[in-house]
């Protein structure tokens, strides 16, 4: 006998008195049909293939995973926010007649708050996540040492917004966070730890100008 709706055809007696008509016609040539039933199908063949990342995940903007404000916090992100502290010094000692405060309110505001939205909205959030889309090698980011390919590239093209504005020593003193906040878009899956320590560097950076200068 075989299963999945196979049959198998054999020299067979029925039992006396229990045959029926069918089987009699078919006992007329020595034979009798016995037929399984089908198997069901099996719910996991063929696998189904990886989700794609929906609108949101895609540009970052979902909940932060894991959480952020848990206790102890997160190694990554509390290295990106002390690492700062001695930045903030050595360029209130060594550039302090070069640096500049906001100012004003809008100002403050700006450099705080709409700056660091829009900045990474557009660059952690729609250039990196579809790069790492993008640039995957068997389902993976590829990467260069320790960066994704997709966070170099996006550094790049952050240093290179800067060039507008900036002379090129300070332009290019942006991509070491431009790196930071690369990698943490990628260890949280979200945007918003970016934005967050890019707002954090930034009201630093204004603060030191605004007491060298005061």
């Avoid at 794609?52 to 979902?62: D, I, K, N, Q």
């Avoid at 960066?147 to 507008?164: E, G």
């Amino acid at each position: 006998m075989a299963t999945g709706g196979a049959f198998f055809l054999g020299e067979c007696s029925a039992a006396p008195g229990h045959a029926s008509p069918r089987d009699a016609r078919q006992r007329q040539h020595g034979k009798i049909a016995f037929v399984t039933s089908p198997q069901p199908p099996d719910p996991s063949y063929p696998p189904s293939a990886p989700a794609s990342p929906t609108l949101a995940e895609a540009l970052g903007v979902t909940r932060p995973h894991p959480p952020l404000f848990t206790w102890p916090p997160d190694t990554h992100l509390a290295l990106a926010m002390m690492a700062a502290l001695p930045v903030w010094l050595a360029l209130g000692l060594l550039l302090g007649p070069h640096l500049r405060a906001p100012p004003g309110a809008w100002a403050w505001v700006s450099l705080v708050l709409v700056q660091p939205l829009l900045e990474e909205l557009v660059f952690r959030g729609l250039l990196q996540g579809q790069a790492l889309v993008w640039l995957q090698r068997g389902g993976r980011p590829m990467r260069l040492g320790p960066l994704t390919l997709a966070n170099a590239l996006v550094t790049v093209a952050f240093v290179a917004l800067h060039l507008r504005a900036q002379p090129l020593a300070w332009a290019l003193a942006v991509a070491v966070p431009s790196l930071v906040f690369g990698h943490l878009r990628e260890r949280f899956s979200s945007v918003w730890p970016a934005v967050g320590v890019h707002a954090f560097y930034n009201a630093g950076f204004g603060l030191t100008a605004w007491l060298v200068l005061a």
